[in-house]
């Protein structure tokens, strides 16, 4: 084969989507190349909390959020932060985003969520042990903790998909939940433990441990900024990037997260999407026991999470322009919190990290071929789960470039349930 030949696939995104699909496509005798902006890894896919679940499957926009909606749209809620003119100015979206939250779409959304984690969860564990990394794996569950007996028995609805779900799950009370995790300095009424969810130590460490898996076997990594996709002479696609550079490629995976609506806008598709924009910091350790697994911290609206660089705290949403100036105010505000739930130290960075969360109306990420044009291929929006789902989603893709059927129901992940 000449240099001058087009690859077979070129992804554009190495965010843990991107990652993971050019891997499953390399691995299935494709030749392939990753393009990025910059560092692999280090966008949206770096901010998580590490959580690889398989019960990570109630969509925000449940039948829930429009009980809560009087409260959210006071703009002081930990959970819920918003730029106003934002909001307006995405109104028809935002609307659109509450026409699902239907007990019937939330229903079947977790249903395929279910199905598409189960199939990421065990791919992750095959792609570990390949590669040896263990000391980044854990299997200590996921838990949620409740306050109130009120917030508690909000929670009946997710349970209630839990359960028609399969979900392995076990709860516990105040000293049994002292016992799980000692370090905890408040008194929690209730806590649930996801049994079988995992957790890694360093969602960026994982990032670049499967980069090192393609590129062992051969995958080509490259560093540019996209201009423009268009069509070659001889119906290929050309990748145009700045400094007068281009690739040619067959295929064209867009797995580009929070920029991939712009990309595909491009070629005049319509893409609904927004942000969910994410804080982080690392605390310190403190002088007792460290959270031993992720902690959702249900009445407050964070997660904490034990991280290689500290103890992260993650923020909940924030709806937002994806490039608007940064708004440390939520994630300062539930990260002192932490500190005092869990006896923590002050934060390591100066800065807090934030990253976007791509995310669709049905919050369902879109997989599969672009409806208009032949070699186009969506990978994007899995908005708050692209860690869990990441090697589920590279899995199907595959299938569907290779013409044979996957392994789960994919309708509902199809881009040809929206008119883009």
């Given amino acids: ?240 990037l700045e400094n007068n550079r281009s690739i040619e490629a067959n295929n064209v995976v867009v797995a580009a997260g929070p920029w991939s609506a712009e990309i595909a806008g491009w070629l005049r598709y319509r893409i609904p999407m927004a942000w969910e924009r994410g804080y982080h910091l690392h605390l310190e350790p403190g002088p007792g026991p460290a959270p031993s697994r992720p902690i959702h911290d249900v009445d407050r609206g964070y997660v904490m999470s034990p991280q290689q660089q500290g103890v992260r705290v993650t923020s909940g949403v924030e709806l937002a322009y994806r490039d608007a100036p940064r708004d440390s105010r939520q994630i300062n505000t539930v990260a002192a919190v932490a500190r005092e739930t869990a006896g923590l130290g002050p934060p390591i960075e100066s800065e807090p990290w934030m990253g976007c969360r791509p995310t669709l109306p049905d919050s369902l990420p879109m997989i599969g071929p672009a409806t208009r044009h032949n070699g186009l291929w969506f990978d994007f929006g899995h908005q708050h789960i692209g860690l869990g789902t990441s090697t589920g989603s590279a899995n199907i893709l595959a299938d569907m470039m290779d013409g044979v059927a996957p392994t789960i129901a994919t309708s509902a992940f199809h881009p040809s349930r929206f008119r883009i």
């Fill in 1 to 240: 084969m000449g240099k001058s030949d087009p690859f077979e696939v070129l992804v554009l995104g190495a965010g843990i989507v991107g990652v993971t699909a050019a891997l499953e496509l390399q691995s299935r005798g494709r030749r392939v190349v990753l393009l990025d902006r910059g560092q692999p890894g280090r966008e949206t896919s770096y901010g998580n909390s590490g959580v690889l679940s398989d019960a990570s499957i109630v969509i925000v926009n449940n039948p829930g959020l429009r009980r809560q909606l009087p409260k959210l749209v006071l703009n002081r809620s930990a959970k819920l932060r918003y730029d106003p003119y934002f909001v307006l100015r995405r109104m028809p979206w935002l609307f659109q985003f509450l026409s699902f939250c239907t007990e019937r779409h939330f229903e079947h959304a977790a249903s395929v969520l279910r199905a598409l984690q189960i199939l990421s969860l065990k791919i992750h564990k095959d792609l570990i042990s390949r590669a040896g990394v263990h000391n980044l794996f854990r299997t200590t569950g996921w838990l949620k903790l409740f306050r109130t007996a009120e917030s508690f028995q909000s929670y009946d609805l997710e349970r209630r998909v839990l359960d028609s779900n399969g979900v392995r799950y076990s709860v516990f009370e105040g000293k049994e939940l002292a016992q799980l995790e000692p370090g905890l300095k408040v008194k929690f009424l209730t806590g649930v433990l996801m049994e079988d969810t995992c957790s890694v130590a360093s969602p960026a460490a994982l990032c670049d441990v499967y980069l090192d898996l393609f590129e062992a076997d051969g995958g080509d990594v490259r560093e540019g900024n996209v201009t423009m996709l268009a069509r070659s002479s001889d119906n290929n696609w050309k990748i145009f």
